[in-house]
């Protein structure tokens, strides 16, 4: 079992920057495929971006693809979500999760463990 918690959440002006961070408790962190999602106020979650457990392999959804980056350290124990020109649009909770699969997963179904979520809002 993994337990999440994340941070990082603000408010920010369009085009600027945030990095969130997720702290897993546990001793498996590195069998866990990781992902970031986000929801938005009367939307469905989404997915954001997702990272293998070993890190080589990357995924994002296309709205963010060239903004965002999701790396994480497994000895610390960590994923993080560097979210670059940022946009209105982008305003959301952002949750961190965790999968017991072999590769990354953009399916929310897959994941069974999340964090609480922590809030990004972006002005414009």
């Known amino acids: 079992q993994v337990q999440l918690v994340e941070s990082g959440g603000g408010l920010v002006q369009a085009g600027g920057s945030l990095r969130l961070s997720c702290a897993a408790s546990?001793?498996?962190?590195?069998?866990?495929?990781m992902g970031w999602f986000r929801q938005a106020p009367g939307k469905a979650r989404e997915f954001v971006a997702t990272?293998?457990?070993?890190?080589?392999?990357?995924y994002y959804t296309n709205s963010v693809k060239g903004r965002f980056t999701i790396s994480r350290d497994n000895a610390k124990k960590m994923v993080a979500l560097q979210m670059n020109s940022l946009k209105p649009e982008d305003t959301a909770v952002y949750y961190c999760?965790?999968?017991?699969?072999?590769?990354?997963?953009?399916?929310?179904?897959?994941?069974?463990?999340w964090g609480q979520g922590t809030q990004v809002t972006v002005s414009s």
């Open positions: 990272i293998s457990r070993s890190g080589d392999n990357t």
């Open positions: 999760a965790a999968a017991e699969v072999l590769l990354a997963t953009s399916r929310a179904g897959d994941y069974k463990y």
């Open positions: 546990g001793r498996t962190f590195s069998s866990y495929v």
